[in-house]
């Protein structure tokens, strides 16, 4: 059974329409990322929550927002697509203090902008 | 910043075996860790290894830590066509997860 969903998978969006892609997990963990991967790239990370704690890091663009309302989901919202926003946004799940620090990931969704 | 770097491509013969190579700047990552990804999909962990080990063996898999040189492999014995992916060795750096530049594998008959 799926941990760390994700929704939509694919996502198609005309530039400068707002988007907003969601994260679901049944893992109960306490960290939640927000991956950005460009094709052919490493994962970047662009921010994270520590339960309610928002932790951005500090060369994610502005048009990035997230929001999570409870412990088991996590939204990330993209005010103004550009062109260059164009990739696959992965979701991961983690719980920190204690154990591996193992990430769980989500299948993606993946944006394009038109 | 960290900077955790692999060469990109790889090509094997089914049954051979694959060694993807990578080298990290953070010596006091606790954990070190190899991800797998297939097309179109999210991040599957393979492996990971602890930062006081300098090797660990899973089934086909053997991953070896030479921390002094800050670098770490993967081994793949009897490398197989469902091995086919890109190859992702990661980083702890206080919660994050800093990965490589993932390095492609490719399988041929």
């Known amino acids: 059974d799926a941990m760390v969903i994700q929704n939509p998978r694919y996502q198609v969006t005309q530039f400068g329409k707002p988007v907003t892609l969601s994260c679901s997990q049944t893992l109960n963990h306490n960290v939640m990322y927000w991956y950005q991967q460009k094709s052919s790239q490493a994962p970047k990370l662009l921010f994270h929550y520590y339960d309610k704690d928002f932790n951005n890091e500090a060369d994610t663009p502005d048009n990035f927002q997230s929001r999570r309302p409870n412990t088991s989901f996590c939204f990330l919202d993209i005010r103004s697509p550009g062109l260059g926003d164009a990739a696959m946004y992965l979701c991961a799940t983690s719980q920190r203090a204690g154990g591996t620090g193992e990430l769980f990931f989500g299948e993606g969704s993946r944006l394009t902008v038109l | 910043g960290e900077d955790v770097e692999q060469s990109l491509f790889l090509s094997v013969r089914e049954g051979d075996s694959s060694v993807i190579n990578c080298t990290y700047t953070?010596?006091?990552?606790?954990?070190l860790y190899w991800y797998k990804q297939e097309p179109g999909a999210g991040l599957q962990l393979l492996t990971y290894?602890?930062?006081?080990?300098d090797m660990k063996q899973d089934q086909r898999l053997t991953v070896l830590l030479n921390k002094k040189d800050k670098h770490l492999s993967l081994r793949i014995a009897d490398t197989q066509t469902g091995d086919s992916a890109i190859y992702f060795c990661a980083e702890m750096d206080t919660d994050k997860l800093i990965f490589g530049t993932g390095t492609r594998l490719q399988v041929f008959p």
């Open positions: 953070d010596s006091s990552s606790t954990y």
């Open positions: 290894i602890f930062s006081n080990m």
